[in-house]
């Protein structure tokens, strides 16, 4: 089980590799993770940049967001932890 600052930095992470949010954008767009098990969360973001009001359109958002997945899964396997990351 992660802890909700774990599955922040995974969220934060998921974001900033798909381009739907970068690191210290201020114009990112708005998301939210809602964590309703122990294992997993979801993720959800409106594609409109905070400041611009302009729509994004994040190239190749599934693949990354996939593979930053299975990074992770990579991590916390490695650490021992069980979580459910990505599809299962």
């Known amino acids: 089980m992660l802890s909700d600052e774990q599955w922040s930095q995974v969220v934060e992470d998921l ?3 798909t381009g739907i949010a970068r690191r210290g954008d201020v ?8 964590r309703h098990a122990d294992d997993h969360v979801h993720v959800a973001a409106v594609l409109v940049g905070q400041v611009s009001g302009r729509r994004v359109s994040p190239s190749f958002d599934k ?11 990579s991590v916390l396997t490695w650490c021992g932890r069980r ?3 990505g599809r299962r």
């Open 15 to 17: 974001m900033d590799r």
């Open 27 to 34: 114009d990112g767009c708005r998301g939210v993770a809602i």
């Open 63 to 73: 693949r990354r967001a996939r593979e930053t997945c299975q990074a992770w899964r």
């Open 83 to 85: 979580v459910w990351i």
